[in-house]
């Protein structure tokens, strides 16, 4: 189903340190995993995506790892700027048939200059 | 990467009025466009999937007689909200996808204010 959060989970990093987000999906059989990136007022931005016969990739400056053992996702951004301030969001969706993509509730990432 | 864009940015209106959002791909062909809401400090929620010249899938608990779709092109999908009311003051959003793709890419949204 989809997800709604009351508030929004909120990661402190200093500037220049690297940040981990973490995401945890609920459909077993989701294929393909996208991370996004929101800056306030506007839509989502594409990030980097990982389909499931990985567990690692990686992108400039981020690495998406993915464990299906335990649906669980996870963002890392190194040397973390203060442009990098934003909610991030993490999708899931079965690539074959109705591709309907499920959002995570966001993590709101500030860093600290 | 994909462009799409929204029109327009904001809007603000009175209540009972229609509002009309569009959602275009500048640089590809959309077969499928995706309408969302999103609250305040919230995830987004997926409204509606709209294929061209096909009627929209609407998820449970979206009005389809409030919420009209329109995907009459490949580059174009519209949003009407219909007789608004305070309560549907939001941010929209929409998405496309291509024939070839599985990413969907976002508009930058649009803020209703229903007054």
């Known amino acids: 189903g989809e997800s709604v959060g009351l508030h929004l989970p909120t990661l402190s990093v200093q500037e220049g340190d690297n940040s981990i987000i973490n995401c945890a999906y609920s459909?077993?059989?989701?294929?393909?995993f996208i991370w996004y990136k929101q800056e306030s007022g506007k839509g989502p931005q594409f990030i980097i995506d990982?389909?499931?016969?990985?567990d690692k990739r990686q992108g400039q400056r981020v690495t998406v790892l993915l464990n299906k053992t335990v649906k669980h996702l996870s963002l890392q951004i190194a040397a973390t700027q203060p442009g990098d301030s934003a909610v991030y969001f993490c999708?899931?969706?079965?690539?074959?048939?109705?591709?309907?993509?499920?959002f995570g509730t966001g993590t709101k990432l500030q860093v600290i200059p | 990467g994909a462009v799409v864009s929204q029109h327009p940015s904001r809007v603000i209106c009175k209540s009972g009025t229609s509002v009309k959002i569009e959602c275009r791909s500048l640089?590809?062909?959309?077969?499928?466009m995706f309408w969302y809401r999103q609250f305040p400090k919230q995830s987004l929620m997926l409204m509606a999937t709209?294929?061209?010249?096909?009627?929209?899938?609407?998820e449970q608990g979206v009005e389809k007689d409030k919420f009209l779709i329109n995907h009459a092109s490949l580059t174009l999908s519209t949003l009407t909200v219909t007789s608004a009311h305070p309560e549907d003051s939001s941010f929209y959003i929409c998405?496309?996808?291509?024939?070839?793709?599985?990413?969907?890419?976002f508009g930058p949204g649009t803020r209703l204010t229903v007054l």
């Open positions: 999708a899931e969706l079965k690539s074959r048939g109705y591709q309907k993509v499920t």
């Open positions: 990982i389909r499931s016969n990985m």
């Open positions: 459909n077993s059989a989701s294929d393909y």
């Open positions: 998405s496309a996808r291509s024939r070839t793709g599985d990413t969907q890419y």
């Open positions: 640089d590809f062909q959309a077969t499928t």
């Open positions: 709209s294929n061209e010249g096909s009627k929209a899938t609407y």
